[in-house]
T-cell receptor, first 115, second 114 residues
Framework: EAGVTQFPSHSVIEKGQTVTLRCDPISGHDNLYWYRRVMGKEIKFLLHFVKESKQDESGMPNNRFLAERTGGTYSTLKVQPAELEDSGVYFC?????????????FGPGTRLTVL | LAKTTQPISMDSYEGQEVNITCSHN???????ITWYQQFPSQGPRFIIQGYKTKVTNEVASLFIPADRKSSTLSLPRVSLSDTAVYYCLVRETNYGGSQGNLIFGKGTKLSVKP
């Protein structure tokens, strides 16, 4: 079974540009999460999809970030326009709805560098 | 929201048993305790999860005392490949029984030496 995949693995852009990160969850997983770690800080939750609906987007830093999951399969996270403080590693995770025992499976992350 | 406190780093030798204790003094009744492992340039990987007493799987054991204000991850006979950062997380249960979001702390950096 393929794990969670993320694309690209690394992106370097200039301040003011737009970047779109993609996450492909494990097939059949309804839950999809985005997290990020900025330099030297902890991994922080951004938002949670259940299928195509946003269950919780309390962690989204501001309106420059837009996450979508059309069709309830893969998800994209767009940053527009990117700022220097957006640099970091963006992780995606997925889980099924198995209840108390379900675990989140993480992708390898996308490293975003904003110059 | 419950917070966790764990050692910043630990060193061990190959073959030893490693115990990493995490404190979560304000854990709520419906919170689960979850541990993740992370290698450099990879996403966190689930190790084990428990609610009370002891949980064991093929890679680790998790000991949770009755008051649930702390938990101990036990890694038997560590090898060099166990060098990683280990995160203790308290995970809320949402209405309906589904798991809530993960709140990561700073983690414990474990270094295993030959």
């Amino acid at each position: 079974e393929a794990g969670v995949t993320q694309f690209p693995s690394h992106s370097v852009i200039e301040k003011g540009q737009t970047v779109t990160l993609r996450c492909d969850p494990i097939s059949g997983h309804d839950n999809l999460y985005w997290y990020r770690r900025v330099m030297g800080k902890e991994i922080k939750f951004l938002l949670h999809f259940v299928k195509e609906s946003k269950q919780d987007e309390s962690g989204m830093p501001n309106n420059r970030f837009l996450a979508e999951r059309t069709g309830g399969t893969y998800s994209t996270l767009k940053v527009q326009p990117a700022e220097l403080e957006d640099s970091g590693v963006y992780f995606c995770a997925s889980s099924d709805l198995a209840g108390a025992g379900n675990e989140q499976f993480f992708g390898p992350g996308t490293r975003l560098t904003v110059l | 929201l419950a917070k966790t406190t764990q050692p910043i780093s630990m060193d061990s030798y190959e073959g030893q048993e490693v115990n990493i204790t995490c404190s979560h003094n304000n854990i709520a009744t419906n919170d689960y305790i979850t541990w993740y492992q992370q290698f450099p340039s990879q996403g966190p990987r689930f190790i084990i999860q428990g609610y009370k007493t002891k949980v064991t799987n093929e890679v680790a054991s998790l000991f949770i005392p009755a008051d649930r204000k702390s938990s101990t991850l036990s890694l038997p006979r560590v090898s060099l490949s166990d060098t990683a950062v280990y995160y203790c997380l308290v995970r809320e249960t949402n209405y309906g029984g589904s798991q809530g979001n993960l709140i990561f702390g700073k983690g414990t950096k474990l270094s295993v030496k030959p």
